[in-house]
C-alpha cells in the first residue's frame, strides 16, 4: 500500500491540476479507518475544476460527484473538531449536488 500511495502522490505533483490521484488517496485512506487523512486530500482535490474535455483520460466523474460521494463516507467517521471545519451549508449543498447530479444514468446516487 505505501508504493501505491508513493504513485499517487507523484501523480498529483506531475499534475497538480488533475483531481484523479487525489481521488484514489480520499479511497485508499477512508477504506484504511483514516478519516482524517482523506478530509485533507478531499480539501485539495475539491478545488481543482474539471479538466478540458480534450484531456486525456480524464475520468468526469471523479470531478461532477464521486469526490462529493466520498465526503459523505468520511465525514461520518471524523471526529467532531475536524467535522466543524466543514460549515452546515457546506454539507447541506454537497447532499444537495449529490441528489441532484446526473450520475452516468444513474438517477439518484442516494
Same mark, same amino acid.
Given at each position: 500500500?505505501?508504493?501505491?500511495?508513493?504513485?499517487?502522490?507523484?501523480?498529483?505533483?506531475?499534475?497538480?491540476?488533475?483531481?484523479?490521484?487525489?481521488?484514489?488517496?480520499?479511497?485508499?485512506?477512508?477504506? $484504511?479507518?483514516?478519516?482524517?487523512?482523506?478530509?485533507?486530500?478531499?480539501?485539495?482535490?475539491?478545488?481543482?475544476?474539471?479538466?478540458?474535455?480534450?484531456?486525456?483520460?480524464?475520468?468526469? +466523474?471523479?470531478?461532477?460527484?464521486?469526490? !462529493?460521494?466520498?465526503?459523505?463516507?468520511?465525514?461520518?467517521?471524523?471526529? $467532531?473538531?475536524?467535522?466543524? +471545519?466543514?460549515?452546515?451549508?457546506?454539507? !447541506?449543498?454537497?447532499?444537495? !449536488?449529490?441528489?441532484?447530479?446526473? !450520475? $452516468?444514468?444513474?438517477? +439518484?446516487?442516494?
Amino acid at each position: 500500500m505505501p508504493k501505491a500511495i508513493n504513485c499517487f502522490l507523484e501523480a498529483y505533483q506531475t499534475h497538480p491540476g488533475r483531481a484523479e490521484p487525489l481521488h484514489s488517496l480520499i479511497l485508499i485512506y477512508r477504506e $484504511s479507518n483514516k478519516p482524517e487523512l482523506a478530509s485533507l486530500f478531499y480539501s485539495q482535490a475539491i478545488s481543482i475544476p474539471h479538466p478540458p474535455p480534450n484531456g486525456l483520460f480524464v475520468e468526469s +466523474n471523479i470531478y461532477k460527484y464521486l469526490l !462529493h460521494y466520498e465526503f459523505y463516507i468520511f465525514y461520518y467517521y471524523l471526529n $467532531s473538531n475536524d467535522q466543524s +471545519n466543514y460549515s452546515p451549508d457546506t454539507i !447541506h449543498y454537497i447532499l444537495i !449536488h449529490l441528489l441532484n447530479a446526473k !450520475h $452516468s444514468g444513474i438517477e +439518484n446516487i442516494l
